[in-house]
């Protein structure tokens, strides 16, 4: 579908941290002063809050009472890594209803050991996959990268040069956590983790937080002159889910990708934002998308120049893999870094024509298939 | 305060669902569920069909299938396993045109190629009345 009067506003940010203790909610606060600095807002501003995480067993309600806000419309938005665009779809339905005009969507992740996690291995991860001493989503991620190298001929090299890529586009982005340069042959000596996965084929846990200010057009153009439309969001939830036979190497993005281009041209996005908790999966991605036929990803690495200066920009803050992946907050990483480029205010990464981006969630890796979420939207600058 | 326990191996939580699979295992059976309405075989056990949303009951499978993909797991996420590490652990597709999660076991299992034929083999765990399917190249 096609949104006409829904924008981003801006975004706040912590620094990442692979040691800190700091409580979620200290996160969530730095998270928030940093966009109400930023935006000129005042917390009594915002009307609607959607709060995702996995650290702590507080819901959005709670979270909302201890912050302070009194709201009219809440939202716990966990879809996995799908979080931070699903989060914004369902605040721009909100927002398009009329219900909230400025929407504050949260996500954080914290190591403060005197609060409980929030969540179970699922039933059939507990019951059917950790019994057999799996090594978590890299095993899940392993499977389909294996199955991807063997039918398509995909190498080690073309998944490599994903990782980077963005590890170049890290240098210059003061939040990454990675930001020395990273060669091929650093990418391919890194430790098997579980093999065909290597070591900087992973994400780094790590604390922080993230929050996106959201708003009908009319109060974005009384809050900023950077006016960055959402454009088109679309997603798929258990793609394949009846099929015992799936094909594990093609996503649901593949007919989110099908909505999305129903609204704008392939060619009309100038940058990627890919959620990448593993470089095959952008590859994959890039594939659903339609950039190139299915199987063709490695070629098409082959053929094109990742980084914030190339021809197909892809994850031009670094992405999660040299940023750092804050938890569930790893999904709005790549919805902040699309609305900095949009903003021009990308400082050592700064994509040249930055007009239209394209941001992507995947979450849920699961049993026998891929992906139980998958989601994708389109942003545009307008003068 | 709790005394700090070694890790455990971890075992499912059997619930009444997924009960009739695990007393298949004890009985060196492998199940799966087949929809009485449109006849799809599905697994993991669930309380309708995946498709149809039919009633479900139990047939027993042969056990028997073929690598469709595996990993050498050398970080369990839990950390009992860590002595057996490297983990073989496999996506095989049964020969009834299901695919299961599960993990490879067998002297010869280094040698494991994608579409080698494979067949189950029930492994006790540390409780008496849980056995694991796992398999072995046939």
């Given at each position: ?11 706040g940010s912590t620094e990442y941290s692979r040691k800190s203790e700091e409580s979620l909610l200290g996160q969530y606060a730095i998270a928030i002063r940093d966009v109400l600095n ?346 | ?83 057996e590490a490297p983990i073989y652990y496999i996506n095989v597709i049964l020969d009834e045109g299901v695919i299961i ?38």
């Amino acid at each position: 579908m096609r949104r006409k009067k829904v924008c981003f506003v801006g975004y706040g940010s912590t620094e990442y941290s692979r040691k800190s203790e700091e409580s979620l909610l200290g996160q969530y606060a730095i998270a928030i002063r940093d966009v109400l600095n930023k935006t000129g807002l005042k917390k009594k501003d915002i009307n609607g809050l959607s709060v995702t995480t996995q650290a702590s067993p507080d819901t959005a309600p709670h979270v909302a009472e201890q912050l302070g806000f009194e709201l009219d419309w809440v939202l716990n938005a966990d879809y996995g890594g799908a979080s931070g665009v699903g989060a914004v779809s369902r605040a721009a339905d909100a927002i398009e209803c009329g219900h909230l005009d400025i929407a504050l969507l949260l996500a954080g992740n914290s190591f403060d050991r005197s609060v409980a996690h929030q969540r179970q291995l699922e039933y059939q991860r507990g019951n059917f996959v950790d019994v057999y001493g799996y090594g978590g989503p890299n095993s899940l991620m392993a499977l389909i990268q294996r199955l991807h190298m063997e039918n398509f001929g995909t190498t080690l090299e073309q998944v490599g040069k994903i990782a980077v890529a963005q590890r170049f586009n890290a240098i210059n982005n003061p939040q990454a956590l990675f930001r020395e340069p990273m060669s091929m042959q650093d990418y391919l000596n890194s430790r098997m983790i579980s093999d065909p996965v290597r070591l900087f084929d992973c994400v780094m846990p790590c604390s922080g937080a993230e929050c996106i200010i959201l708003a009908s057009e009319e109060k974005a153009k009384q809050l900023t002159d950077k006016l960055v439309y959402l454009v088109t969001d679309a997603e798929k939830i258990h793609y394949q889910v009846a099929n015992m036979l799936p094909e594990k190497t093609t996503f649901g993005m593949k007919l989110v990708g099908e909505k999305i281009f129903s609204e704008v041209k392939r060619e009309d996005i100038d940058l990627f934002e890919i959620y990448d908790d593993y470089p095959i999966a952008v590859m994959i991605q890039i594939e659903d998308f339609g950039y190139c036929k299915k199987g063709d990803g490695g070629k098409f690495v082959d053929a094109h120049d990742l980084t914030y200066k190339g021809d197909f920009p892809v994850n031009t803050g670094g992405g999660e893999l040299s940023v750092g992946q804050a938890g569930l907050a790893g999904g709005f990483l790549h919805v902040i870094e699309g609305l900095r480029q949009l903003r021009g205010e990308a400082e050592g990464h700064q994509v040249a024509k930055a007009e239209r981006a394209l941001v992507t969630g995947i979450g849920w890796l699961n049993y026998g298939r891929n992906l139980g979420t998958t989601s994708a939207l389109v942003m545009e600058r307008r003068k | 305060m709790a005394e700090a326990r070694a890790p455990q191996k971890s075992l499912p939580k059997i619930n009444p669902v997924d009960r009739p699979f695990w007393e298949g295992a004890k009985n060196n059976k492998f199940l799966l569920q087949k929809c009485n309405s449109c006849g799809k075989v599905q697994f993991f056990p669930r309380i309708a069909c995946v498709d149809c949303f039919g009633e479900v009951s139990w047939i027993e499978a042969k056990g028997t299938g073929k690598i469709h993909s595996f990993t050498l797991v050398r970080v369990p996420r839990n950390p009992a396993f860590k002595e057996e590490a490297p983990i073989y652990y496999i996506n095989v597709i049964l020969d009834e045109g299901v695919i299961i999660e599960s993990r490879l076991l067998g002297d010869n299992k280094e040698k494991v190629k994608m579409g080698d034929r494979v067949k189950v083999r029930y492994e006790q765990t540390h409780n008496p009345d849980i056995k694991l399917p796992c398999f072995e190249l046939a």
